[in-house]
């Protein structure tokens, strides 16, 4: 922030804080003007002239607009092998995500949703619902003949849903992909076995 005369001339200059607060002074009394300016922000300066009298303080919030910068472009390289043995590509998640049977969360759909635990992630893919008990939330699908509980498969594992809260034992920060399939039809064959009607729902947690 730059404090000028009305001819120009700098006065003070200062530095905002993390909050944008900024403090300039002048040793006279008189008309000035205000400039701001920032690295992705456009110089501006202000369309008012403040007066100061003698001992006189103002407060003033200035607002600036963003100016795009362009920057040449970026090329990024990845190492064949380094995505081939990333764990969604290695477990047949990425594969069965581009066949499209099913609802596929992945890490960026994980990190952008609103979802504060596991069970609401799981409840906002419009396949599942959550019942509370005690100890913890517990999820129910809702399949072709009603809500009914789903086979649940962790890390590949198949784990009862019905004795513990899935929340406690997948917390939201250690998941990596969600695959859920509403039916026996939808499901792979590996997750299928001892399927009647309902469906399942696969996690995939990041790699220790």
Known sequence: MTLLTLSGDSVESALTDAWGSFEVSAAEAG?????????????????????????????VEFRIPRAPI???GINVL?????????KL?????VERARLGFGRFLGPVDIEESAAYSTTDLLTRSGRVDAISRFGGDRILMRGARGPCVPHVY???????????????????????????YRSPVE????????????GVVVLWTKAP
């Open 78 to 86: 990845a190492d064949p092998a380094v995505v081939r043995e990333h």
């Open 31 to 59: 008309e000035y003007l205000l400039a701001a300016s920032a690295w992705g922000f456009e110089t501006t300066i202000a369309s008012s002239v403040f007066t100061l009298d003698r001992d006189g303080r103002m407060e």
């Open 70 to 72: 362009e920057i040449e």
């Open 89 to 93: 590509v290695k477990n047949g998640f």
């Open 187 to 198: 499901a792979p064959p590996q997750y299928a076995v001892g399927l009647l009607y309902c």
């Open 154 to 180: 962790v890390d590949g594992i198949r784990v009862s849903v019905g004795e513990f809260s899935l929340d406690s034992f997948v917390p939201l920060s250690r998941l990596q992909g969600v695959e859920v």
